[in-house]
């Protein structure tokens, strides 16, 4: 799959006229819960040529391809990266921090001590707590639900409990979130489902686990009401951003 993805980089590049500076993984993957038949969300960050930056008519700053049941590829231009690193855009950090890495670039190992000096909190625990609320919302309620679905409630809802204790991004791998910040009465419980996650279906269905649920429900109202008292973050200029745009350009 690795080549697959790598030959499936150079054609964009080629079919493109682009370069591109960061190509990651972004999905269960990355976040170390892939099931059997789990596909590759391929992620990335690319530049074109200086010229096309000048003209009035822009070329559109995202490249996606279409879906197939193995691959999942899209990616953005450079100057919509940094734009979105300016407003705090967690998708932006998370990409940065994928520990699987397809291609990586001098630029990107410069974007990544930048980056944490645009991470803001509010807008990350908001993010987070937003996701974990739809999709309690959409999958946690029936009589029975699909096993993986609980990792996409669990991990925002963990990721927010690490942001309110540390101040930083969370990690991408849910091992780490889970021995940071899970409680020691649903380790067992939880390591229990990962692993049936892992080895079984994407489409696997298991009966609702209360207790878990009780603690989602729970940490969601939490989390909420620490949000709400948190302050608004500074904003951050754009000088260094600007200097990484032109680096990404004139490299």
């Not at 855009?89 to 890495?101: A, H, I, K, L, M």
């Not at 990544?112 to 645009?118: A, D, E």
């Not at 974990?132 to 669990?154: H, I, T």
């Not at 207790?211 to 008292?229: R, V």
Request: hydrophobic share 40%; with cysteine.
């Amino acid at each position: 799959m690795r080549e697959l993805i790598q030959q499936t980089l150079c054609d964009i590049e080629e079919h493109e006229n682009c370069r591109i500076l960061l190509a990651v993984e972004s999905g269960s993957r990355a976040w170390g819960f892939a099931s059997p038949d789990s596909d590759y969300d391929v992620r990335f960050i690319y530049v074109r040529p200086k010229e096309s930056y000048l003209k009035l008519e822009r070329v559109r700053d995202v490249i996606e391809l279409p879906i197939n049941d193995v691959l999942d590829v899209n990616g953005w231009d450079v100057d919509k990266t940094l734009k979105l690193l300016h407003s705090s855009n967690p998708t932006v950090f998370e990409w940065f921090s994928s520990p699987v890495v397809y291609r990586s670039t001098e630029f990107a190992e410069r974007f990544k001590p930048v980056m944490l000096r645009y991470f803001s909190s509010k807008k990350g625990l908001w993010h987070y707590l937003h996701m974990a609320e739809s999709n309690c919302r959409e999958f946690l309620k029936g009589e029975e639900v699909k096993a993986k679905k609980y990792f996409y409630v669990l991990r925002p809802v963990l990721a927010c409990r690490w942001i309110l204790e540390k101040g930083t991004p969370p990690p991408m791998l849910f091992s780490e979130l889970m021995k940071s910040q899970l409680p020691f009465y649903l380790k067992s419980t939880v390591c229990g489902l990962l692993e049936l996650k892992i080895n079984s279906p994407e489409i696997k269905m298991i009966p609702r686990i209360d207790m878990l649920n009780e603690y989602l429900d729970k940490s969601i109202a939490e989390i909420k009401e620490q949000i709400i008292g948190l302050p608004e973050s500074t904003a951050q200029g754009w000088e260094e951003l600007d200097s990484l745009f032109l680096s990404a350009l004139d490299a």
